[in-house]
């Protein structure tokens, strides 16, 4: 008994189907970066077709999980509004004019050397210093229009526009520097809108605190 124990091997081999399996999980894997990579491709191959809808769509996911992780966080429930409104603003203001915005400044700021240091940092300091600002009072006047309250635009900026700035300059002019020194021009909104998840799920908190106080 002992000896036929001793016959036996170590290690049994697995079953058939097992092996199949495992075998289907390795094609997978396989399979999966080109899947990737063609999905990648396709969406270049947009961005150079419809620019603006692209870019428009690309900020209206990025809206999207940035304000469904502030609701999530928030624990008071989901207010559809409150998403609409982000979205929006996504879709018709932050993809088209950050589109328009960009295009500007590579056609303005030392468009021969548009990756140099020099050209970088003075990008970056135009959008930080006259963007930035202007576009936080759109953001202000859009949203509470949508939320039918267009007389607190006035107080929703004196209000939140400093503690908005001091957030902001904590988070985009490094965002910025990487942005201008490493990102093509066409894929700056899909950058932005990756880097700005937690933005807009702060700007979503923000909007939502002031839409309470204005009702």
């Known amino acids: 008994m002992v000896e036929g124990v001793l016959e036996q091997p170590l290690i049994q081999p697995a079953p058939p189907t097992e092996h199949r399996e495992v075998q289907q999980d390795a094609n997978l894997l396989e399979r999966r970066p080109g899947i990737l990579r063609r999905?990648?491709?396709?969406?270049?191959?947009?961005?150079?077709?419809?620019?603006?809808?692209?870019?428009?769509?690309?900020?209206?996911?990025?809206?999207?999980?940035?304000?469904?992780?502030?609701?999530?966080?928030?624990?008071?429930?989901?207010?559809?509004?409150?998403?609409?409104?982000?979205?929006?603003?996504?879709?018709?203001?932050?993809?088209?004019?950050?589109?328009?915005?960009?295009?500007?400044?590579?056609?303005?700021i030392m468009p021969k050397e548009p990756t140099s240091n020099k050209a970088v940092v003075l990008k970056m300091l135009a959008d930080q210093l006259l963007w930035a600002p202007l576009f936080s009072c759109v953001f202000f006047a859009f949203t509470n229009t949508l939320a039918g309250h267009p007389e607190a635009t006035i107080p929703a900026i004196?209000?939140?526009?400093?503690?908005?700035?001091?957030?902001?300059?904590?988070?985009?002019?490094i965002a910025h520097l990487i942005n201008f020194k490493f990102i093509p021009s066409q894929q700056r909104i899909l950058y932005i809108n990756c880097v700005q998840i937690a933005w807009s799920a702060y700007l979503s908190n923000l909007s939502a605190a002031r839409v309470r106080t204005s009702s």
Not at 65 to 77: F, K, T
């Open 39 to 108: 999905v990648w491709r396709a969406y270049i191959r947009a961005l150079d077709e419809r620019p603006i809808l692209v870019k428009s769509a690309t900020s209206f996911f990025g809206f999207l999980i940035g304000d469904l992780l502030a609701q999530g966080l928030g624990g008071r429930g989901f207010d559809v509004f409150r998403c609409l409104r982000l979205l929006a603003f996504g879709v018709t203001m932050d993809g088209p004019v950050g589109h328009l915005w960009y295009t500007f400044l590579d056609h303005n």
């Open 158 to 173: 004196q209000n939140k526009l400093i503690p908005m700035m001091l957030a902001n300059f904590a988070v985009w002019p």
